[in-house]
């Protein structure tokens, strides 16, 4: 799903990411590390955000930087933050925002919003003001607005950092469940990066350790207890 | 804008964005058309009531949106009263202000009746005859869409901005807010252009 080898990523001249050789091919991904690691730098070359300076990149077949159509096809971001997500007026609007640009007509388009809606719980929720919603139901929506276009791999940057422990767990429900996406999720959330297949371990813009999730959380914890 | 549209299944929310644009503004022109006399104003004010009340939002619902809107506007028409009724005398006073409350109720049935993705469509469509001159009408019609969604979340921030300054023991400011603000602010428009991007919207 994801490949890469000796990336290396910049922010002006500061790296964040160098020397990064990663193969995940597990259905879900926890991505952990202190603030500051490289975790959210990246999740967003991974989702073609930031462009690398360095080493060889594939997601899901596709090179960000030379086919950003086709990854956008592909690969849908969530990020910690709803309200930077949510930018149409409505519940369902801000859902057919994200079937633009595959300029469906309408009747499907509100076909799929209406399926999408129904599976993530909002349906009651279709024509309320977006930006009114609680804190939860945002993420939610911002969810919403990622999967309605199915995508093949969704990135998440710590989707539960504002949530409550109800909603957390809900938000992960549904990042977890099995649809027929890969997930790779960074988290703060160990509880969240458990339930998932595989880890990944930052620090200082390096990997550190991956693999099996319970392997690499329990380094996490045993370092943090250090 | 950010009132939303009211769900219904009426004729006007049936009708196409575009045609409604048109008759809406057609009837807009006629209400401000009419002379400036005590006749104007029952004419103006039942033209718009009757248009709420048969516009498919049921007439219930129709007369207490009126209501709403009229709420809403109601400094708009103290002022407007106020100037008229100084200058102008009591009957053109009266008159005009309805006129003014009638078009505004009117235009006011576009966002009502019309959901934010079909307003979307229609204006992006208005827009293709500037795409010569190099406006990109989709860019245009969701900068705009953009902008006015930013309102309630840029009134969020500055409340926090407020709330932070308090929690610091300051009274809160507007120079000294000015620039927390607006670093915020940046920040809000970043994320949302990394989430635009994401959602493969250029």
Known sequence: ?226 | MLSLSRPGTGWLHRMPTGPKLVALSLATIALAALPSSWASVPVALGAAAILYAVAGMGAVAGVRELGRQVWGLRWLLAVTAAGQLLFLGSEAAAANTARVAAALLVVGLVPLTTPVAAMLDALERGLRVLRPVGVDPARAALLWTVALTTIPVLARLAAEVRDAQRARGLRPSFVRGAVPFLVVALRHADDVGDALAARGIR
């Open chain 1, 1 to 226: 799903m994801i490949r890469c080898d000796d990336l290396a990523v910049r922010l002006g001249d500061r790296p964040v990411l160098h020397g990064v050789t990663l193969d995940l091919d597990a259905r879900t991904t926890a991505v952990i590390g202190d603030n500051g690691s490289g975790k959210s730098s990246f999740a967003r070359v991974v989702a073609g955000l930031v462009r690398r300076s360095a080493g060889e990149l594939s997601v899901c077949g596709v090179d960000p930087d030379r086919d950003a159509t086709a990854l956008r096809r592909r690969v849908a971001l969530v990020l910690s933050n709803p309200d930077a997500q949510i930018v149409m007026p409505t519940v369902s609007d801000d859902v057919a925002l994200s079937l633009k640009p595959l300029r469906l007509a309408r009747a499907e388009r509100d076909r799929r919003v209406c399926i999408a809606l129904e599976r993530f719980g909002l349906s009651a929720l279709a024509d309320r003001p977006a930006h009114d919603l609680s804190g939860g139901q945002k993420q939610l929506l911002a969810l919403c607005g990622a999967f309605v276009r199915a995508p093949d791999l969704v990135v998440a940057d710590e989707p539960t950092a504002y949530l409550d422990a109800r909603n957390a767990r809900i938000v992960a429900d549904h990042l977890l469940a099995e649809t027929g996406h890969a997930l790779v999720v960074v988290t703060h959330d160990l509880a969240l990066a458990r339930r998932c297949e595989g880890a990944v371990l930052f620090d200082d813009g390096r990997v550190v350790a991956s693999g099996a999730a319970a392997d690499v959380v329990g380094a996490y914890e045993a370092a943090l207890a250090c």
